[in-house]
């Protein structure tokens, strides 16, 4: 399955840090034999995924659509169709199927959204 990420407020908060249990989050779909794939609708965010040390976990990253979203990825390279996608906006996770997060603003360390991802993404394959 392929499965597709945002960045901003999904994985990331306003001063950068990166939301927790992503590592354990990524490896577990890894382990799963899960494809996993960034995008963004403010740029293809390799410096995201190179300062946190997600390079091995991610396939490529990606321009997210912002509208028209299963019309335009075509035109903003996007040559893998997504079959799960987690967002802290529900347009996205509606148009493809996956998981609104709720939007992760600034440094919490108990925050445990990326594990009810991990159990939605489950759900989801056993449907």
Known sequence: MNVF????????????????HVHEVFQKIKDDGHDIYIWSGVGIR??????????????????????????????????VMPDFVIDDHSG??????????????TRNETDEELLRVYDELKNFEKA
């Open 46 to 79: 390799w410096e995201v995924v190179n300062r946190h040390n997600l390079r091995q976990y991610i396939e490529t990253c990606y321009l997210k659509p912002l509208s028209d979203y299963k019309e335009t990825l075509i035109e903003l390279g996007v040559d």
């Open 92 to 105: 996205v996770p509606l148009a493809f199927g996956g998981v609104v997060v709720r939007p992760y603003y």
């Open 5 to 20: 990420f945002d960045v901003d407020y999904t994985l990331i908060a306003d001063d950068g840090s990166l939301r927790p």
